[in-house]
């Protein structure tokens, strides 16, 4: 069994973390790498706090305490105008201070947003490509997560 915690975008604070579960369950995206015979247990879920991060000191470490073996920044990180500028920081610490890998990304990224962020341009301006390799690639699962699309409840 793998722990793990994530850890949301304070923009997305009511979030109620239906794809990233989802894509946990599914075993779509950065979870495709656990067989699916390997159970995951979610021991937190907490957005950050808000700019540039204020439960960044705490919020990661109680994970830890209660058996995380690594911290998810989830997809909003990214799906956001802009992305969140403190990505690299939220890394930076987690990792250094609180001796845990970071992945950064969650569920496949919907199709609308990759739609809505390539007309934006924001991505590329960003520096967003070496974040996003974890949450694009796969068309399909994008779709499949693209609540815009008018087949989203039947899937």
Not at 124 to 147: C, F, M, Q
Request: with cysteine; net charge negative; proline share 8%.
């Amino acid at each position: 069994m793998v722990k793990i915690g994530i850890m949301i975008c304070d923009r997305n604070r009511k979030c109620t973390g239906n794809k990233c579960f989802k894509s946990i369950i599914e075993r779509d995206g950065v979870f495709s790498k656990y067989p699916p015979e390997e159970p995951i247990e979610v021991v937190g879920w907490i957005a950050c706090g808000g700019c540039p991060g204020e439960r960044l000191e705490f919020a990661p470490a109680d994970m830890k305490k209660y058996g995380a073996e690594v911290i998810y920044l989830a997809s909003c990180y990214l799906a956001g105008y802009p992305i969140c500028p403190y990505i690299e920081d939220h890394k930076t610490y987690i990792e250094n201070v609180v001796g845990l890998p970071v992945i950064v990304g969650s569920h496949p990224m919907p199709q609308n947003y990759i739609d809505a962020h390539e007309k934006a341009g924001d991505w590329e301006r960003d520096g967003a490509a070496e974040w996003l390799i974890n949450v694009t690639g796969d068309p399909e699962t994008a779709k499949k997560y693209d609540s815009t699309d008018p087949d989203f409840l039947k899937k």
